[in-house]
């Protein structure tokens, strides 16, 4: 028979031995978990590295339209990887006279498809000259405020669905705007040519504008970014009897402005190298996108003005003005924070 004191050793032991293997199966179970976020982060390392290879390829096809801009035709027919020799092949301009003079001279294209951009005779309008000025003017108005208007508008739409989105009908929208993503817009242009021409839109700027007010371009990302917002803050101000349009505008937007001005910004860089539109909906406003895209189709008198090293310059030139906001932009976009739990610089 067991005394008191044996039998407490022998207790202690067991729960000793129990505690180790209650750690021993805690620690097998903290290493799986470990290796099982290891495997969990294979995927962001492939969309990581797929992201570094397109960079790294726009980046490529950036830098060699920059250099074969600098190259004369002969030389992009010999050697299109090679760097700018103007040595061996010096750059003319397109009626056949000498370039610019010395290292100037890689510059050449870029003068000539400057030169012929702005010349009175590169649009016409009603068999009507366009001026460089005036197609910078409708570039601007074409490029800031369009995505204004759809950008405001997709606010204030997302805004209303997320604000009520208990309710049924909400859901109706998420339907109807998801379908509306899988139309292709090739395939309704003829509808849409029909329905500006019946309301008067068609070649007007203004009516433009009204017609790219549809909210269901921006809708589903503003809607997440409304939602991920605190109602503390509406709700308090509902309380001090601040109105809904209040809220929305003093309270809510100063929140949320991120995602609405960085898309804001990202659509006018896309409308600004945008010909299409102009060209199909705007004919009497041609843009100076339109202009470059003119450059494989007018010789304008000289066969050396459609040249890939020319229209290259001249897209070059065409992209230049969007570098300096996407530079301001970056530095702004760094200091900019998602607000999701509170009010934040």
């Known amino acids: 028979m067991k005394t008191m004191t044996e039998t407490i050793n022998t207790h202690a032991s067991e729960t000793e031995f129990a505690g180790d293997t209650v750690v021993s199966i805690k620690a097998k179970k903290s290493r799986k978990r470990k290796k099982t976020k290891e495997r969990f982060q294979l995927f962001p390392t492939i969309i990581l590295v797929c992201m570094w290879i397109w960079c790294a390829y726009i980046l490529f096809m950036t830098g060699w339209a920059l250099l074969t801009a600098c190259k004369s035709f002969v030389q992009y027919?010999?050697?299109?990887?090679?760097?700018?020799?103007?040595?061996?092949?010096?750059?003319?301009?397109?009626?056949?006279?000498?370039?610019?003079?010395?290292?100037?001279?890689v510059f050449t294209n870029f003068k000539a498809a400057a030169e012929y951009m702005a010349k009175s005779s590169a649009a016409k309008v009603n068999g009507k000259n366009i001026t460089f000025w005036q197609m910078l003017m409708n570039s601007l108005l074409f490029c800031l405020g369009t995505p204004f208007f759809a950008v405001v508008m997709g606010l204030i739409y997302s805004y209303v669905a997320?604000?009520?989105?208990?309710?049924?009908?909400?859901?109706?929208?998420?339907?109807?705007?998801?379908?509306?993503?899988?139309?292709?817009?090739?395939?309704?242009?003829?509808t849409s040519l029909y329905i500006l021409k019946l309301f008067g839109l068609y070649d007007n700027m203004?009516?433009?504008?009204?017609?790219?007010?549809?909210?269901?371009?921006?809708?589903?990302?503003?809607?997440?970014?409304?939602?991920?917002?605190?109602?503390?803050?509406?709700?308090?101000?509902?309380?001090?009897?601040?109105?809904?349009?209040?809220?929305?505008?003093?309270?809510?937007?100063?929140?949320?402005?991120?995602?609405?001005t960085i898309t804001y910004f990202s659509s006018v860089i896309a409308h600004w190298t945008n010909?299409?539109?102009?060209?199909?909906?705007?004919?009497?406003?041609?843009?100076?996108?339109?202009?470059?895209?003119?450059?494989?189709?007018?010789?304008?008198?000289?066969?050396?003005?459609?040249?890939?090293?020319?229209?290259?310059?001249?897209?070059?030139?065409?992209?230049?003005?969007?570098?300096?906001?996407?530079?301001?932009?970056?530095?702004?976009?760094?200091?900019?924070?998602?607000?999701?739990?509170?009010?934040k610089g």
Do not use: H
Request: proline fraction near 8%; glycine fraction near 6%; charge should be positive.
């Open 77 to 105: 027919a010999e050697e299109p990887l090679a760097l700018p020799n103007i040595v061996k092949y010096p750059l003319v301009n397109p009626d056949g006279s000498d370039g610019l003079p010395g290292i100037l001279n």
């Open 162 to 190: 997320a604000r009520y989105r208990d309710f049924k009908w909400v859901r109706f929208l998420f339907i109807f705007t998801i379908l509306k993503q899988f139309i292709p817009s090739t395939e309704n242009q003829g």
């Open 206 to 260: 203004a009516g433009w504008w009204l017609w790219c007010c549809g909210p269901l371009g921006f809708f589903m990302m503003f809607y997440a970014s409304w939602v991920g917002l605190p109602k503390e803050y509406a709700e308090a101000a509902s309380i001090d009897g601040a109105s809904q349009w209040q809220i929305f505008l003093k309270i809510m937007l100063p929140l949320n402005m991120v995602v609405p």
């Open 275 to 343: 010909y299409i539109s102009p060209l199909i909906y705007l004919p009497s406003y041609p843009s100076i996108a339109f202009v470059a895209y003119k450059f494989q189709f007018d010789n304008n008198g000289s066969a050396d003005v459609n040249y890939i090293t020319i229209q290259l310059a001249a897209l070059m030139l065409v992209s230049l003005p969007m570098v300096f906001p996407v530079l301001y932009m970056q530095k702004k976009m760094k200091n900019m924070k998602f607000n999701v739990v509170g009010i």
